[in-house]
């Protein structure tokens, strides 16, 4: 890439990116790997989904709080800054969290009201830590607009489902709106080689049928009134779709092992974005976990760039191989990840299977063990007002559903 | 973690009291006739305990009210909260940071001198502050809307699923029956008698019934041929993310209708009323009521801005035209009592629950509850409160 490059502050220094990085992106290649710290124990976290669907890389950026790195593009100039020093830096929390194990104050202070009192404070000082928003950014947010608005057609999701069914409902005639979070369209094609040519494509083709396509632009949730809510950069809107195209695509599952949460330890097709969109490595040295093809996949993706990548697979051999795409990486197959270490970032993780458990060392943990289809919005619009889901609803007339799942 | 004190078994035939609901109140009301030594006590709850308005409310507790009905009932409350992790046994989370309610008006500020004052008849702890001395307990707040307030340093807020968790485990410890997903859907009443309910899971007899249902209780006390004067409105509340302290005390603004805390966790949990409460039994937070909260809370606390919400949410309460709850026996209808039309049930639910115990145990209506009584809706002789930050337009 011999893009512009662009310099913006982190934690007091000068890091530089590339254009077209998010921020995420830059400070990985710029070798920081903590972004935040978890709530009440302030573990230290990092990127982790680079899909805009997770807390992990919640950063401060101009003095407002909560902004994903991993989907904010980089403008250059900003003041980037960790909103809460995480156990790393500060290592009381994860002392004493030892003392205070999920749960214990319900059980072992009433008999003490005094202590929970004392304890009370105690743990807002070390639970609550996120700061306010400087108060002239907050005061500039002020300005935000409101604005209604009734389409024809409106698709969340501007991935190749949305972007295709966007296309279609446009040619035939209707006014349509395509809602994307990410400041670029494409969705899962964006971590695939040659994936924003085609996205390009797509959006030609929408656009030029005459749909509207708006980036940075979040699909809040489904209201009583009838309205989608829209977060947008500049303020609010309320649509009020004729129909509504749900091609929200899917998220990537994670797995549960121990020190899961360490920086490094990423989703699989995270890591292909970071690599493929933002040409920033996710690691020298990487191991997939895995147990579906797309794992070997990735792997073969995150090795054609130069990098050192080994596969484990949970399957029996037979499997594990039948999928093995690239003759240079490595497959350990029918073992599965039990922990993650390094204190900071993972250095290193333990494998476990028949034979035991073994260390591998790396610095990046690549995760593929399948999609959930991302249903909120569906699910909010099938279940409007219902408390005790007793029986499966049907799916309200109006509402599409795009894409794979 | 699982709920406690949830019952796995088979519903019985017959029990000596059924309560129809599950939240803070019934189950509050369940322990108390429990520790009166009343055994066969069963709350039946439709969904799960908590489900109701008693899961999704703002937390906050206070005496500090303006008529002398709801300041006494409310004040026996809040002794009872200050030691209620002790006697139940687990730890409800009552926090005594301190409650204000906030005037942003000289109007307001001396509708606060006035039930100051009444508090000091009443041996009620309150100060009236004036706008330096809110400032500097809440420095937080827009100076623009503050004009003083009433202050009451031992109110504050508790942890809404805690308390109904430990309402339900210390009265299952003592033998009462809590069946969750079990509906009642009919009672059954001859010559002006209770003799029992009909459920979900089959038909129980039984002499006493109590209502309640929340957000419901006019749809249950329609059961028993009982007409309750309710109307059924949602209320919504916000959560934000978690932040560092910034507001101590818990606080209602008479000036936005609003009412907020920030918990131990750092969130800051609150809602606002809009200035017309329309009924409503829906559940789905509404894109007006999201507006509302967001608008009124960066205006009370300009720096939030920029501050990201974690959830929004609805509950449903049947109110009366008071405002006040429903408690106590109901005339006509032998074994039917009413403890209901909540607004502000979950701060008054220690001591609703232990003096409507008494009332059912020993016939007799103790004072503190006998101005929430039926007849006084009936007659329309209505409690007239000026403290509320609920309204029902024309109050
Ligand atoms: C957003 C919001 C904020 C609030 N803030 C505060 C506050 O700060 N302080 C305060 O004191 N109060 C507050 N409240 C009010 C308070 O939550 C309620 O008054 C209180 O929870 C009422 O308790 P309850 O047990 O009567 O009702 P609920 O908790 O609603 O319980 C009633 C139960 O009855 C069950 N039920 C209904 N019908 C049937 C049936 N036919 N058979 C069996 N079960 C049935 C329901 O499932 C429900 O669980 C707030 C409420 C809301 C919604
Ligand atoms: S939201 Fe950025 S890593 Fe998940």
């Known amino acids: 890439m011999n893009a512009e490059r662009l310099d913006f502050r982190f934690e007091g220094g000068v890091v530089s990116g590339v254009a077209g990085q998010s921020i995420g992106s830059a400070l990985h290649a710029a070798g920081v790997r903590v972004l935040s710290s978890s709530f009440k124990y302030r573990r230290p976290r990092g990127l982790y989904c680079v899909a805009g669907a997770c807390p992990n890389c919640a950063v401060r950026v101009d003095g407002l709080p909560g902004v994903p790195a991993c989907v904010t593009p980089l403008r250059g100039g900003e003041i980037v800054e960790r909103d809460r020093r995480s156990s790393v830096m500060d290592p009381v929390p994860d002392r004493i969290s030892r003392w205070v194990p999920a749960g214990f104050y319900y059980h072992r202070l ?35 607009g409101f604005e209604e608005r009734r389409v024809e057609v409106v698709v969340v999701g501007a991935g190749s489902a949305g972007l295709d069914a966007a296309a279609g409902a446009a040619r035939a005639g209707s006014s349509v709106l395509v809602l994307e979070r990410d400041h670029q369209p494409g969705g899962f094609l964006l971590s695939e080689p040659g994936g924003a040519t085609r996205a390009g494509e797509l959006v030609t083709a929408a656009t030029g049928a005459g749909a509207e396509l708006m980036l940075g632009a979040t699909a809040l949730g489904w209201f009583e009134e009838g309205l989608l809510a829209v977060a947008t950069r500049s303020g609010l809107i309320a649509l009020e779709p004729g129909r509504l195209v749900l091609a929200t695509g899917s998220y990537e599952r994670g797995l549960p092992f121990a020190d899961g949460d360490r920086p490094g330890v990423m989703l699989a097709a995270g890591a292909q974005r970071m690599l493929v969109r933002d040409g920033v490595r996710p690691g020298g040295r990487i191991v997939v976990i895995t147990d579906e093809p797309y794992g070997h996949a990735a792997a073969a993706l995150l090795h054609g760039a130069g990098i050192d990548v080994s596969v484990v697979d949970r399957r029996p051999a037979d499997a594990a191989h039948a999928d093995a795409v690239d003759a240079g990486v490595p497959v350990l197959a029918g073992r599965t990840i039990a922990a993650a270490h390094g204190r900071r970032s993972v250095e290193a993780i333990s494998v476990v299977g028949p034979n035991g458990r073994s260390r591998l060392p790396c610095d990046a943990v690549a995760i593929a063990v399948g999609r959930r289809p991302a249903d909120e919005l569906l699910l909010e619009r099938l279940y409007a007002g219902s408390v005790i889901l007793e029986t499966a609803p049907e799916r309200p007339p109006g509402v599409e559903v795009a894409g794979e799942r | 973690m699982p709920i406690p004190g949830v019952a796995r078994g088979g519903l019985r035939r017959t029990y000596d009291v059924v309560i129809v609901g599950g939240g803070i109140q019934g189950l509050a009301l369940a322990y108390e006739l429990s520790a009166r030594g009343l055994r066969d006590i069963c709350v039946l709850e439709a969904g799960y305990p908590g489900c109701g308005a008693s899961g999704r409310n703002g937390e906050l507790v206070r005496s500090a009210f303006s008529s002398v009905e709801w300041a006494t009932f409310f004040d026996a409350s809040l002794r009872r909260w200050r030691d209620l992790s002790v006697e139940l046994g687990f ?107 009909g459920t979900t899971r089959g038909e129980i007899s039984t002499p006493v019934v109590v209502d309640a249902a929340g957000g419901h209780a006019r749809d249950v006390a329609g059961m028993a041929g009982v ?84 959830r929004h949410w609805a509950g449903i309460v049947d109110v009366t035209a008071d405002l006040a709850p429903v408690l106590g026996p109901v005339p006509e209808l032998e074994g039917f009592f009413l403890d209901c039309g909540w607004v502000y049930g979950f701060m008054g639910a220690p001591a609703a629950g232990s003096l409507l115990a008494e009332a059912i145990d020993s016939g007799n209506v103790p004072e503190l509850i006998a101005p929430f009584s039926i007849e006084r809706l009936r007659a329309g002789d209505y409690i007239r409160e000026s403290s509320l930050v609920v309204t029902l337009g024309d109050a």
């Open chain 2, 227 to 310: 007409p309750l004067p309710t109307t059924t409105h949602r209320l919504e509340a916000i959560v934000t993310e978690s932040l560092a302290p910034f507001l101590r005390p818990a606080l209602a603004t008479l000036h936005l209708l609003g009412y907020c805390h920030q918990t131990t966790r750092g969130e800051l949990v609150g809602g606002t009323e809009q200035n017309v409460m329309e009924p409503a039994t829906s559940l789905n937070g509404s894109l007006r009521g999201l507006r509302d909260m967001a608008q009124k809370f960066v205006r009370l606390i300009p720096q939030l801005a920029g501050v990201r919400l974690l």
């Open chain 1, 110 to 144: 009433p008999r003490r009201p005094w202590l929970w009192l004392r304890t009370e404070r105690v743990l807002a000082r070390i639970a609550a830590a996120g700061r306010l928003p400087d108060p002239d950014a907050a005061a500039a947010l002020l300005d935000g």
């Open chain 2, 91 to 197: 730890n409800v989370l009552f926090t005594p940071a301190g409650y204000l309610v906030l005037a942003s008006t000289q109007e307001e500020l001396d509708r606060c001198r006035g039930f100051a004052a009444r508090h000091r008849d009443l041996g009620l702890v309150t100060e009236l502050l004036g706008d330096r001395e809110v400032r500097e307990l809440a420095p937080a707040l827009n100076p623009e809307l503050v004009a003083g307030g009433v202050y009451q340093p031992d109110g504050g807020f508790a942890h809404h699923d805690a308390a109904v968790w430990a309402y339900a485990r210390a009265a299952a410890r003592r033998g009462v029956e809590v069946h969750p997903f079990t509906r009642v859907t009919g009672i059954r009443t001859d010559g002006g008698r209770v003799l029992g309910v």
